[in-house]
């Protein structure tokens, strides 16, 4: 069965510092990994995905994730936060064998402090 | 590019009550889902539409939840009668085509049910 799991519900950084958000996931198959973004009362903002090739992927809002495929670990990172990247963070997985949808994590609760 | 839409953004309704949420997707994206988003949890996905046919509605609670999407387009969730346990933010999100395509996002309907 397919599961992901984001073991921090909250991760607390100071403004500038870097900052990761951990994803572990299991699948079937190869993974395809997604990281999303969600401010209050808004709905979710695609930030960025892994489908095959480089291990590091880049995307929006000077964030990235590295795909271990031994470790089955998909995590976030951003080399220097800002307040405003306080918000929650959902990683999920999706799977060839599985008609690709998409099995969410929990979330977690970044909080950048100035 | 306009987004994805949906109305209306907040609704309460008593319990017994029926109610109904409306989603425009984003214009040449074929596949349309449903998730329930309770607080503090990631979403769930209810029922996903390829086109105007029904690729998967395991989760869907069918005694109470119905959706459709005529021509393939426009897609209406509604819930008869609405339970307590029903008051949730219902998000829609639409992609490209059922691969693993990154999903975009409405605003959600935060539903409470007293």
């Known amino acids: 069965a397919q599961s992901v799991a984001q073991p921090e519900d909250q991760v607390n950084v100071a403004e500038g510092n870097p900052l990761t958000v951990k994803c572990t996931y299991s699948v079937s198959g190869n993974p395809y990994l997604f990281w999303y973004v969600q401010y209050p009362n808004r709905g979710l903002q695609f930030l960025l995905k892994y489908i095959t090739g480089d291990n590091l992927v880049k995307g929006s809002y000077g964030f990235e994730a590295e795909f271990n495929k031994s470790q089955t670990s998909f995590h976030l990172k951003k080399p220097s936060a800002l307040v405003s990247d306080s918000a929650l963070y959902f990683c999920?997985?999706?799977?060839?064998?599985?008609?690709?949808?998409?099995?969410w994590g929990a979330g977690t609760k970044l909080i950048i402090k100035p | 590019e306009a987004g994805v839409a949906q109305s209306p953004r907040y609704k309460i309704i008593e319990k017994r009550q029926s109610v109904a949420f409306w989603c425009n997707p984003i214009?040449?994206?074929?596949?349309l889902y449903w998730y329930q988003q309770i607080l503090g949890q990631g979403p769930k996905l209810l029922i996903q539409?390829?086109?105007?046919?029904?690729?998967?509605d395991s989760q869907l609670p069918k005694d109470r939840f119905s959706a459709e999407r005529l021509k393939g387009v426009d897609s209406t969730l509604k819930i008869q009668p609405a339970k307590l346990e029903d008051s949730a933010v219902y998000l829609c999100?639409?992609?490209?085509?059922?691969?693993?395509?990154?999903?975009?996002f409405g605003p959600g309907t935060r539903l409470t049910v007293t």
């Open positions: 539409f390829q086109n105007n046919g029904v690729v998967d």
């Open positions: 999100a639409s992609s490209f085509s059922g691969g693993p395509y990154e999903q975009y």
């Open positions: 214009s040449g994206h074929a596949t």
């Open positions: 999920a997985v999706a799977g060839e064998n599985s008609n690709y949808q998409l099995i």
